[in-house]
DNA sequence: ACGTGTTTAATGGAAG
DNA sequence: CTTCCATTAAACACGT
């Protein structure tokens, strides 16, 4: 079963950060491959097509979208809790042990995804610059230094990609922006046992397991596949585009997304 | 110059 | 084997 508490990009709705042919460098018409290292424009001559790997990839989700009851454009801002008593189904409490992981406390990488670190953080501190993230992280696990730029790289990526993180108005000194979780955004993290530590990591990571997952995830990914089709203006007639109107209750029943007094 | 933010691409692992 | 996601690296633009 693939990490239930993934989510489906918002660039993997719209199509953005799927280009079907690799995208030319805005300075020459060419795609640019002078920084990529000699081993790695080996490994390109030698794999698969980019062309044909997006094409497949855009292929296959196009697919997903169109196969569930999720392309409702009411459901983009629909708030579970506010239509009716959630009654989670209690199916899959999933029991998994978190890796074990035998290195000292200080070189150990925690067991949790850069969107579940910035998440807590942000969770924790509402809103907090860049900075203010690296400085969380690294508080609390010294396995991210902070002289290293390797992690952060890809914490700014993460930021960048990934619709749960909002980024808000500019930091009131210095650079950059105040980054917070989105107004829907629900907790990454899986509902762990022992509780993310609060300072340097002194409690062994390998004790926890992951006890449960959120199970409004699957709300939250049909809020952003149902962005895809936001009832819009109609190019040529100038009308509004419907969907044919259907109670939420119903939708939702008839998804299986919850059961229902 | 530096920090930040965006984007592209490669790679490896997990899961189907 | 294929697909998807997370991670990592890197280029580049922009603002301070």
């Known amino acids: 079963m693939r990490t239930p508490f993934t989510r489906t990009y918002l660039g993997d709705i719209t199509g953005w950060h799927a280009p079907l042919s690799p995208v030319p460098n805005s300075k020459n018409d060419s795609v640019n491959t002078s920084h990529t290292s000699t081993a790695v424009k080996a490994n390109m001559a030698t794999k698969t097509p980019e062309s044909e790997k997006w094409r497949r ?65 942000l969770r924790e501190n509402g809103e907090l610059t860049v900075s203010g993230i690296y400085q ?8 991210y230094k902070a002289n290293d730029e390797r992690w952060k790289n890809s914490v700014r ?52 397991k992951i006890i449960g997952f959120p199970k409004v995830i699957v709300l939250d990914e049909a809020a952003i596949a149902a962005a895809s089709i936001i009832p819009d203006q109609d190019l040529f007639s100038g009308s509004t585009m419907f969907l044919n109107p259907v109670s939420a209750e119903q939708v939702i029943r008839e998804c299986g997304l919850i059961t229902v007094d």
């Open 136 to 143: 969380w992280i690294s508080d609390r696990f010294p396995f």
């Open 57 to 121: 990839r855009k292929l296959s989700k196009n697919i997903d979208n169109d196969n569930d009851c999720a392309s409702l454009a009411w459901l983009l801002n629909f708030r579970l809790d506010e239509v009716v008593n959630v009654r989670v189904p209690d199916d899959e409490p999933v029991v998994k042990e978190a890796k074990v992981d035998v290195e000292s406390p200080a070189v150990r990488k925690p067991p949790y995804t850069y969107p579940e670190l910035i998440e807590r953080a």
């Open 157 to 208: 990526h993460n930021l960048s990609i990934n619709p749960h993180f909002r980024k808000g108005a500019r930091a009131p000194q210095g650079a950059g922006h105040l980054w917070s979780l989105a107004a829907n955004a629900i907790d990454l993290l899986p509902l762990r046992n022992t509780p993310m530590p609060e300072e340097k990591a002194a409690e062994p990571l390998h004790t926890a």
